[in-house]
């Protein structure tokens, strides 16, 4: 299948029908874009991916111009729920309606897998404006999150709150892992990024998120020496922090979850600010997170620690009803 587009030297075609070269430079491209805007190194992420569609398993699209590569796009199918992993232009490609096009082709086949009752969009979007009107125009629902960066070199807290009664806030320790997917369980329960992302909707879902955050690279490298929770004497946790690292000096905190029957001792601010002075003491320059925009109390706490707003970005779902 190609599609044909207003410009008649380009077209949509599926990845698995092109020379895998051409998208070398894209990923390349990519890669040195999340590292200047997000401080992330993406290569490990991207090397994967570039294997799977070495290997032709990649789902998905690529925007051509004779033999060169302009964007990219790729979804992975798991039972009844799609991600959509990724839409990719090349910057000097874009506004021209390429990213609308892929999410088109993308959308158009999905469409033909009657077992899907939910799609999924996370991915770190980079001016993909046309995509979203397109997903908008196809019924699904949009959120926007912000990824937001502290620059430790300014915003480093010299001194660690611990003054909460009933609660010490300690390193992760392996053991901690059952009660930890509980609490993110909870914490998200209702929430809007259990609407974003439906593995918040159930505690299996939740364990194999963490299961990513603590044994995978998607989120970085993970780094239990810096990763806390926030401990009851009674051995129960109230609350959990994931910490990585994603770039030489940047570290990433990739979940932050407190008990809903906990929340507002401020635990999640003490587990912050702790891991940011560990991350100062380890020499990092940075910290990076990202959160759903329209949670305000934790938008507006991270932005009391520090964090900026380095990039927005929309995702979306739609599920059958």
């Not at 892929?102 to 009752?117: C, E, G, N, P, S």
């Not at 806390?228 to 129960?236: D, F, I, K, N, P």
């Not at 925009?293 to 009803?321: D, M």
């Amino acid at each position: 299948m190609a599609t044909a587009l207003r410009n008649p030297e380009i077209s949509i075609v599926p990845i698995a029908d092109i020379n895998l070269a051409s998208l070398e430079k894209l990923f390349d491209e990519e890669c040195a874009e999340w590292l200047n805007l997000l401080k992330w190194d993406y290569k490990g992420a991207s090397t994967l991916i570039r294997d799977v569609a070495r290997q032709r398993q990649l789902s998905g699209f690529a925007a051509m111009r004779g033999s060169t590569a302009l964007g990219f796009a790729y979804y992975v199918i798991e039972g009844w729920r799609c991600s959509i992993g990724d839409i990719y232009v090349s910057k000097r490609w874009r506004r021209l309606g390429l990213d609308r096009e892929l999410a088109k082709a993308i959308l158009d086949q999905l469409d033909l897998f009657r077992r899907l009752r939910r799609i999924e969009s996370q991915y770190v979007g980079l001016e993909n404006n046309e995509a979203d009107t397109m997903f908008q125009s196809r019924g699904f629902e949009r959120l926007e999150r912000s990824y937001m960066i502290a620059d430790l070199r300014s915003t480093i807290p010299t001194t660690v709150r611990t003054d909460l009664p009933d609660i010490s806030i300690r390193q992760w320790q392996p053991g901690d892992f059952d009660q930890a997917a509980k609490v993110i369980h909870r914490s998200y329960r209702g929430k809007h990024d259990s609407r974003i992302n439906s593995q918040y909707q159930n505690l299996q879902g939740c364990a194999e998120l963490l299961t990513i955050l603590t044994d995978h690279f998607w989120c970085g490298d993970f780094l239990p020496q810096m990763s806390l929770v926030a401990a009851r004497s009674s051995g129960a946790l109230a609350g959990v922090l994931i910490a990585s690292r994603v770039a030489p000096g940047v570290g990433h905190l990739g979940q932050i979850s407190v008990h809903p029957g906990q929340q507002g001792r401020g635990i999640g601010r003490r587990m912050i600010e702790k891991a940011l002075h560990q991350y100062g003491l380890e020499g990092y320059e940075s910290v990076s997170l990202a959160v759903t925009t329209a949670n305000a109390n934790a938008f507006h706490l991270y932005q009391s620690c520090g964090f900026r707003t380095a990039h927005t970005f929309p995702v979306f779902y739609r599920e059958k009803k």
